[in-house]
C-alpha cells in the first residue's frame, strides 16, 4: 500500500498518533484536530509541555516560556479532537500507513483526570518525601505530586516507586482523607489500549548529556556546578528559589563563568542552540545578580539567522568577558571554583568564579533505541531520528507513515522545531486531501 | 425587559469555603437591584454543579449570570458552554476570580472575604452591560498563491495541490527552481542539486490542479484570510490577470550581499576575486578556471563577507564554504585552499563531521579577525589579523567571497502591499519568533525559505511544508472559517478620519474608507486586542465584550 492511500479502506481519514507533548508534539497535534483529525497525544510523563516549560524565559525576545507554552496546552487539553495519554508509552505498532494498530500502554494515574480540580489538598499530608526529578533534585516532592506549580494537566500522579501503599503495602490513605472531590482512586488499573491511526508523528524530544561522563568539568563534584537546565529551574519563578539565582549556600555569586560546548567533542556534533541559551542564561545573571562579573568560555560562536546577533551584542555590551579556549580542569579552592583553560595560541590560563554552569551537549532521548525498534526508523548521526527515507523500507513496515518532528531528529530550537512540527502535519494532510 | 441575574458562587470544596465567608457574599449580593437569585454550590465546574447551573438559569428565566469561582482561565469556557445549554448567549455572563485571587492568596479570611464579594459585585455590575455576541463563519477559498518558483516555492507547492485545491505559483524569471539551480551540490551529503531540482520540479509539474505562471509578478493583493483577490502582470503577453485564493506562500527566496561595496576585498577590482553565487555557477559549468584560463593552484575562501555590515550571521556560509573546498579538492589535484573565519557554525546532528571530512582532505582554516585582499606583483595576497593582533599574508590565485544572504529585493514591495512588518535585519517578520515561526501577523500570509531569513535549503524545505501544514489545516475544503466575536467596532458618527488606528493595527484589520473619510474594521482580520481602542483620540473605537461602560462599570464598582 502506498502513501498515498493514507485514506483507510472505510473511506474515512484516520486518527493520527503523536508521540510527546513537548512544544512539537502539541503544535502538530494542534493543527491536526482543527483539520478535524482526531489525535492521540502519547506522552510518557504526567504532565505535558515537554521540556521548553522548564525554562523561565527564551531567547532572543526573553519571553515568558510558560506563559507561551501555557495557552497552548490549554487549548490541547481543551480541544474536542485531541485525547491526551499521559503516563503512556507505545508498545507496538501493526498494519500499513493509513492503516496501523498501535498498543498503549496507559499506566494509572490514581487520580482522577474528572474529579480533580488541583487544588494540591492532597501534597501535604503524604508522608513520603523524595527529590524531585522535574527540578534536577534541587526540591523535594510528596509520593503524590505534580512537577512543578503551573503543570498541565493540573492534576496530581501517585509515584508507585514511592508511595507507602505501593511500595510497602501499607493502608496509609492520606491523600484520599485530604482530597474533598473524592478524585484519589486506589484501584485504578494499569491498561492496555489498541488505538486504530493512520499516521505517526514521533515528537519524543531530547536529553542532555550526562555532565558526570566528564569529570574534568567537576559536575556533581563541586557544588557550585550547575547544568544550563539546572541554572533554568533556579531562575524559574516556579522553581526551588523561586527564581533567584544564588549558590548553594543561598548567597548570590560574585562572579559565575558559563562553559560551551561540554560533550561535543563525545558527541562529534555541534548541539545548535547552546550558545543562544549560554548567552541568555548570562542575561539571567545581568539581570537577577546586580555587578556579577561573567565569563562565557567557547571555542566558535554559533549564533546562526537574522536576529540572533542582535541579542549576543546585547548581551555582550552588558559586560560580558568572552574568553575562546578549551577547559583543561575544574577545582575547588576554599569556597570558590578555579577553571583553567587554554587559549588557541596554546597558553594556559586560569580564572577563579564563585559559580559554573556547563552547556550540555542535546543527545537522543535514552530510550530512542527502542522506539526505533518499535517503528522501524532509522538512527542517523548522533543517533537522533533519520528523516530520511533512504532505502524503500520493506513491506508491510511501518516507516512509511511515520513522520519525526523536534529534536527526537536532531538537535534545534523552538522555531525550528515547531516549524518541523507543521511541515509534519502538512505531509500527513497533503495525503488524504 | 428588565434584567434577572443569577449569582452563583462556588465553594470549590473547602478551596474557597475555608478563606471565603460565601453566606456573607450572598446575603451582600442579593439586594443589588436585578439580582434574581443567589445560589451557592459545593463544586459548580462537577457534571451535578453544571446541570443545577443550567436548571437554575432556565428556572428563574435570567437574562445574565454571574459565576463567582476560579480563574477564567480554568472554566470560562465551562460555564460559557452551560450559559448556551440553558438557552442564554455565552458572552450574558461574567467570571468573578474569587479563588486564585481571593481564597488562595489572601490569608485573612474577612480580608478575602472583602474582597470576594468586591469582585462579585463588580462582576454585577458588569454583566448588566453585557450584550448578546454571536459568532460569525464566512466561506473561504481553499485556493492558494505560491509567490516564488524556488525550492521553497516548489515543495510548498506540492504538498497544498490536490483535486479540491488549485496552487498558482508565480515566478518573476522564466524557469522554476531559483538559485538552487546553480548550484553543483547539496551539503552535507554532496548530493546532485541539479538531479534533486529537476525531480521536484518535474513532481510539481505532474501533480494535480497546479497553474505555473512563469515570468509573472504579483501586482496587487487585496482583501484577507480566505478571500484574496490577487492580480498577476504576465510579462511574455503583457497580459493581466485575476485569481481568487484564501491563503498566499511568500517564497520569494534571497539576495546576495554585494562585496563591490566592501573595498578590502578586492571584487571587481582584482580579475579572481568571485562571489559565492559566481563560483557556485563556475562549478556548476563543469570547471574552475582562472579568467587566465589556467587552474587556480591556491583558493582563499573568505567568510562572513558583510556580516558585520548586515549585522546577522547568514547561517549556511560556514558550511557552503566547506562544501566549495570540497569541489576544489575534487576537480583540481593539489589544490591549496585556505578558509578565513572568524567562528565555525556548523550546527545540527550532521555538520561537524561534513567538517572534519572536509578538513582531513588538506583545507587549511585560519581563524581571523580581518582580512583584506591586496596586489602582490602579478597575483594577490591576503592579509589578515588573527583575535590575538597577529598579522600574517596568504598568496592566492583565486578568493571566493562568502558573502552575507540579503532579504530579495522583492521584499519591501511585498511587505508593504500585505501590511507585513519587516525585521531588524530586513527579512519578513514571522508572527511570533519561537511558536509562530513562518506565520505573520497578516492571516493567510506565510512565508518560508530565505524570505523568512537566511537559511539552508533543508531548513527551506521545511518551512515550505509548514506553510502547507498551517494551511490544509486552516482552510478545510467545504468548512467554514469562524471568527472571533470580541472584535473592535468604529463608529461612523465619532470617526474623524485620523487614521491612527490604521497604524496601530497589527494585523492590517483596518482600511480607510476614502469615499466617506472613515476607518473600518474588517471582523475577519481582527483579533480583538484593543489597540485601537486606546489609540482612538475621539473615542470612536470600541472593542466588543470590553466596552467603555462595561470597564468602567466594572472598575467603579471594584474601586468603590
Redesign the interface.
Known amino acids: 500500500m502506498s502513501v498515498g492511500s493514507e485514506i483507510n479502506n472505510k473511506g474515512q481519514k484516520p486518527p493520527v498518533l503523536v508521540i510527546g507533548a513537548g512544544?512539537s508534539g502539541i503544535?502538530a497535534s494542534l493543527?491536526?484536530a482543527?483539520?478535524?483529525r482526531k489525535v492521540y497525544l502519547v506522552e510518557k510523563s504526567s504532565y505535558t509541555g515537554g521540556n521548553v516549560i522548564k525554562w523561565e524565559e527564551?531567547y532572543?525576545?526573553m519571553?515568558c516560556a510558560t506563559c507561551?507554552?501555557a495557552p497552548?496546552q490549554?487549548d490541547m487539553l481543551?480541544n474536542e479532537n485531541i485525547e491526551l495519554l499521559t503516563l503512556s508509552e507505545v508498545e507496538s505498532i501493526q498494519g500499513t500507513p493509513g492503516d496501523y494498530t498501535v498498543k498503549v500502554r496507559k499506566r494509572a494515574r490514581y487520580v482522577s483526570m474528572v474529579?480533580c480540580?488541583g487544588?494540591s489538598?492532597c501534597f501535604d499530608p503524604c508522608p513520603v518525601e523524595v527529590d524531585n526529578d522535574f527540578e534536577s533534585g534541587m526540591t523535594k516532592r510528596k509520593a503524590i505530586y505534580i512537577p512543578c506549580a503551573g503543570a498541565l494537566p493540573n492534576v496530581p500522579a501517585i509515584d508507585t516507586e514511592n508511595c507507602l501503599r505501593f511500595t510497602k503495602g501499607e493502608s496509609c490513605e492520606l491523600c484520599k482523607e485530604a482530597c474533598?472531590?473524592e478524585a484519589i482512586e486506589y484501584d485504578q488499573q494499569d491498561e492496555e489500549l489498541e488505538l486504530k491511526v493512520g499516521a505517526v508523528v514521533v515528537a519524543t524530544g531530547f536529553d542532555t548529556f550526562d555532565l558526570t561522563k566528564v569529570p574534568q568539568y567537576g559536575y556533581r563534584k563541586f557544588e557550585n556546578v550547575y547544568s544550563a537546565l539546572e541554572l533554568e529551574r533556579l531562575r524559574a519563578t516556579n522553581g526551588p528559589t523561586t527564581g533567584e539565582l544564588v549558590l548553594r549556600n543561598g548567597q548570590p555569586p560574585k562572579s559565575a563563568a558559563i562553559i560551551h560546548c561540554v560533550g561535543?567533542v563525545e558527541k562529534?556534533?555541534?548541539?545548535?542552540?547552546c550558545c543562544m541559551y549560554s548567552l541568555k542564561h548570562a542575561h539571567y545573571l545581568q539581570d537577577k545578580v546586580p555587578g556579577v562579573k561573567i565569563y562565557q568560555i567557547y571555542s566558535?560562536?554559533?549564533?546562526?539567522?537574522?536576529?540572533?546577533?542582535?541579542f549576543y551584542?546585547k548581551v555582550k555590551e552588558h559586560g560580558v568577558d568572552f574568553i575562546?579556549g578549551n577547559v583543561l580542569e575544574v577545582s575547588e579552592q576554599g569556597k570558590g571554583l578555579t577553571i583553567k583553560y587554554k587559549t588557541?595560541?596554546g597558553k594556559e590560563n586560569t580564572i577563579a568564579v564563585d559559580m559554573l554552569i556547563l552547556a550540555p551537549a542535546i543527545e537522543p532521548r535514552a530510550d530512542s533505541s527502542e522506539v526505533a525498534k518499535i517503528f522501524n526508523i532509522a538512527q542517523?548521526?548522533?543517533g537522533?531520528f533519520d528523516e530520511r527515507e533512504l532505502e524503500p523500507a520493506p513491506a508491510g513496515a511501518p516507516r512509511e507513515g511515520i513522520f519525526i518532528a523536534g529534536c527526537a531528529q536532531?538537535?534545534?530550537?523552538?522555531?525550528?522545531s515547531?516549524?518541523?512540527?507543521?511541515?509534519?502535519?502538512?505531509?500527513i494532510?497533503?495525503l488524504s486531501? | 425587559m428588565a434584567k434577572k441575574i443569577g449569582v452563583y458562587v462556588c465553594e470549590?470544596?473547602?478551596?474557597i469555603a475555608d478563606n471565603v465567608d460565601i453566606d456573607k457574599v450572598l446575603a451582600e449580593v442579593s439586594s443589588l437591584s436585578n439580582v434574581e437569585v443567589v445560589e451557592k454550590h459545593k463544586?459548580l465546574?462537577?457534571e451535578a454543579g453544571k446541570a443545577f447551573l443550567k436548571e437554575s438559569i432556565q428556572e428563574h428565566g435570567l437574562t445574565n449570570v454571574v459565576v463567582a469561582a476560579?480563574s477564567p482561565?480554568q472554566h470560562e469556557?465551562t460555564f460559557m458552554n452551560v450559559c448556551e445549554q440553558a438557552g442564554l448567549n455565552p458572552y450574558l455572563l461574567q467570571l468573578a476570580n474569587i479563588r486564585e485571587q481571593c481564597a488562595w492568596v489572601t490569608p485573612d479570611k474577612e480580608e478575602a472575604t472583602e474582597k470576594a464579594l468586591r469582585a462579585t459585585k463588580a462582576a454585577i455590575s458588569r454583566v448588566r452591560y453585557h450584550a448578546p455576541l454571536e459568532k460569525k463563519e464566512v466561506e473561504c477559498n481553499p485556493d492558494v498563491l505560491v509567490i516564488g518558483g524556488g525550492i521553497a516555492g516548489i515543495k510548498a507547492a506540492?504538498?497544498?495541490a490536490?483535486?479540491?485545491?488549485k496552487v498558482y505559483l508565480v515566478e518573476k524569471t522564466a524557469s522554476l527552481g531559483g538559485k538552487v539551480n546553480e548550484f553543483e551540490k547539496l551539503f552535507p551529503n554532496m548530493d546532485s542539486a541539479a538531479a534533486a531540482i529537476s525531480q521536484e520540479i518535474q513532481k510539481l509539474l505532474q501533480a494535480e490542479n497546479v497553474e505555473v505562471l512563469t515570468e509573472s509578478e504579483v501586482t496587487e493583493i487585496l482583501g484577507f484570510l480566505g478571500n484574496f483577490e490577487v492580480k498577476v502582470h504576465k510579462k511574455a503577453e503583457d497580459q493581466e490577470m485575476g485569481l481568487d485564493v484564501g491563503a498566499i506562500v511568500l517564497a520569494i527566496g534571497f539576495a546576495l550581499l554585494d562585496p563591490g561595496s566592501l573595498s578590502q576585498y578586492g571584487y571587481g577590482k582584482f580579475d579572481d576575486v568571485y562571489t559565492s553565487l559566481e563560483f557556485e555557477r563556475m562549478n556548476a559549468s563543469g570547471e574552475i578556471l582562472l579568467k587566465n584560463g589556467k587552474q587556480p593552484g591556491s583558493v582563499a575562501i573568505i567568510h562572513c563577507v558583510g556580516?558585520e555590515e548586515k549585522?546577522?550571521?547568514?547561517?549556511v556560509c560556514c558550511l557552503h564554504s566547506l562544501k566549495f573546498a570540497r569541489y576544489l579538492k575534487s576537480r583540481i589535484s593539489g589544490v591549496k585552499v585556505s578558509q578565513f573565519y572568524s567562528?565555525?557554525?556548523?550546527?545540527?546532528?550532521?555538520?561537524?563531521?561534513f567538517y572534519e571530512e572536509t578538513k582531513e582532505l588538506g583545507v587549511d582554516f585560519i581563524?581571523v579577525q580581518n582580512t583584506e585582499v591586496a596586489e602582490n606583483g602579478k597575483g594577490m595576497v591576503i592579509k589578515y589579523e588573527t583575535?590575538?593582533g597577529l598579522k600574517g599574508s596568504l598568496e592566492a590565485d583565486m578568493v571566493v567571497l562568502s558573502s552575507a544572504i540579503e532579504p530579495s529585493s522583492d521584499t519591501s514591495k511585498f511587505a508593504e502591499m500585505l501590511n507585513i512588518p519587516l525585521?531588524?535585519?530586513g527579512?519578513f517578520s514571522e508572527e511570533?519568533?519561537?511558536?509562530?515561526?513562518?506565520s505573520t501577523p497578516a492571516e493567510g500570509i506565510f512565508i518560508v525559505g530565505c524570505a523568512q531569513?537566511?537559511?539552508s535549503v533543508a531548513?527551506s524545505v521545511?518551512?515550505?511544508?509548514?506553510?502547507?501544514?498551517?494551511i490544509?489545516?486552516?482552510l478545510?475544503p467545504g468548512?467554514k472559517l469562524e471568527l472571533e466575536a470580541k472584535t473592535s467596532e468604529i463608529s461612523d458618527a465619532f470617526c474623524t478620519g485620523c487614521q491612527t488606528c490604521i497604524s496601530v493595527c497589527p494585523y492590517g484589520a483596518i482600511t480607510f474608507d476614502e469615499a466617506k473619510r472613515i476607518s473600518v474594521v474588517n471582523e475577519v482580520l481582527c483579533h480583538g486586542c484593543g489597540n485601537c481602542v486606546a489609540a482612538c483620540p475621539s473615542g470612536a473605537a470600541s472593542l466588543k465584550h470590553f466596552t467603555f461602560t462595561q470597564l468602567y462599570q466594572e472598575l467603579e464598582e471594584a474601586l468603590r
Open positions: 512544544i503544535e493543527l491536526l482543527n483539520a478535524g527564551v532572543p525576545n519571553d507561551m507554552v497552548k490549554q481543551a474529579e480540580i487544588c489538598a474533598m472531590f561535543r562529534g556534533y555541534c548541539s545548535s542552540v566558535d560562536l554559533c549564533i546562526p539567522g537574522k536576529s540572533y546577533q542582535r551584542e575562546r588557541e595560541d542517523g548521526d548522533g537522533f536532531g538537535p534545534k530550537d523552538i522555531q525550528e515547531v516549524a518541523e512540527a507543521e511541515a509534519m502535519v502538512g505531509k494532510l497533503s486531501k | 470549590c470544596g473547602a478551596n463544586l465546574c462537577s476560579c482561565k469556557l506540492q504538498l497544498l490536490g483535486p479540491h485545491r556580516r549585522g546577522y550571521c547568514s547561517r567562528d565555525l557554525c556548523i550546527p545540527g546532528k550532521s555538520h561537524q563531521k581563524r583575535e590575538a525585521s531588524e535585519s527579512f511570533h519568533e519561537k511558536l509562530a515561526p513562518i531569513g537566511p537559511q531548513d521545511v518551512q515550505s511544508e509548514a506553510a502547507a501544514g498551517k490544509l489545516s486552516t478545510v468548512k
